[in-house]
């Protein structure tokens, strides 16, 4: 393919164009963060109130939220956001972080995961080289993203999101992407069942949950992607960086224990730090054991 070729060796146009397309990519998933929730939700109550067969009239009647309807709209005063008011991190800029017509401020949170989106795409193509296993990378980049921002939102890891991951992971793997298949398949094995196991065992231990199932779908994605050898190091990176902020919130904040901390964002953090760094935690990893890959 001549014209992949000459993109991927053309430093100036792939670092642009990945920019570029990932800061809009960034604006799009600020949209998937705020309404894939609200769609989760309606569709639960209307599958319960079915389930109930509460009667139509007494059903409750919400404007239904997709991930292009309704217009973006400002929440104090309504004003629909227009075209250049959503100029990726531009805009927001421009607008000194206010609404153009009530002047209401506007979270900085929105330019910022345009701008990690962004900053974590270049860095990916960086190191995984150019490369289209490095674009496809980004697809998980991505979603990481995605994934995290929703979980500290709301603890909830929506199957719409890592169950494609996972099955996506497995057919690039079939042709070698990242890994060769036979360990993305044992990846996603083991990573779905280390975590149901641990979770069935603190069950039975304590009679409490202690994470919910999107988890092991996630570190099933995870291994999908990256291989069965990353697992141990993923799972190692995300529980201590997990312990330090939860003893953190503990005696800096007075998060109570009883109040539960989501560990999404640490598997999704621990795994790009295994998509960058495979090579080296992998040498790292099994030089500890004193075994070969």
Not at 28 to 45: C, D, G, S, T, Y
Not at 160 to 173: E, F, K, R, S
Request: charged content about 10%; aromatic content about 12%; some cysteine.
């Amino acid at each position: 393919m001549p014209t992949l070729e000459i993109f991927l060796s053309t430093p100036w146009l792939l670092y642009t164009s990945v920019t570029l397309v990932s800061l809009c990519i960034g604006s799009f998933l600020n949209v998937v963060i705020l309404r894939l929730p609200k769609m989760m939700q309606q569709e639960w109550r209307c599958q319960c109130e079915e389930f109930l067969e509460v009667p139509e009239g007494d059903r409750t009647e919400d404007s239904p939220v997709t991930l292009s309807k309704p217009a973006s709209t400002c929440p104090s005063c309504g004003h629909r956001i227009r075209a250049w008011e959503n100029i990726p991190v531009v805009s927001w800029l421009v607008l000194g972080g206010k609404c153009s017509s009530c002047k209401t401020n506007i979270s900085p949170r929105y330019p910022v995961i345009e701008a990690l989106t962004a900053a974590s795409s270049v860095v990916t193509v960086m190191l995984l080289g150019p490369t289209e296993a490095a674009l496809w990378a980004l697809l998980l980049v991505w979603a990481l993203i995605a994934l995290t921002m929703i979980d500290f939102d709301t603890q909830l890891l929506p199957d719409n999101i890592t169950l494609p991951l996972m099955w996506l992971g497995l057919v690039l793997n079939y042709f070698g992407v990242l890994t060769d298949f036979s360990s993305a398949f044992w990846g996603a094995v083991a990573g779905y069942l280390s975590l149901w196991s641990v979770y069935w065992l603190f069950k039975l231990a304590t009679g409490k949950e202690g994470m919910g199932h999107g988890d092991f779908k996630l570190l099933a994605a995870l291994g999908a992607w990256l291989g069965w050898q990353l697992l141990p190091a993923i799972i190692l990176l995300s529980s201590l960086v997990g312990a330090v902020v939860g003893i953190g919130l503990m005696v800096f904040r007075k998060h109570g224990r009883e109040v539960p901390i989501p560990f999404g964002p640490y598997l999704a953090a621990a795994g790009l730090l295994a998509l960058w760094f495979g090579g080296e935690i992998q040498a790292v990893w099994f030089g500890y054991l004193g075994g070969g890959i």
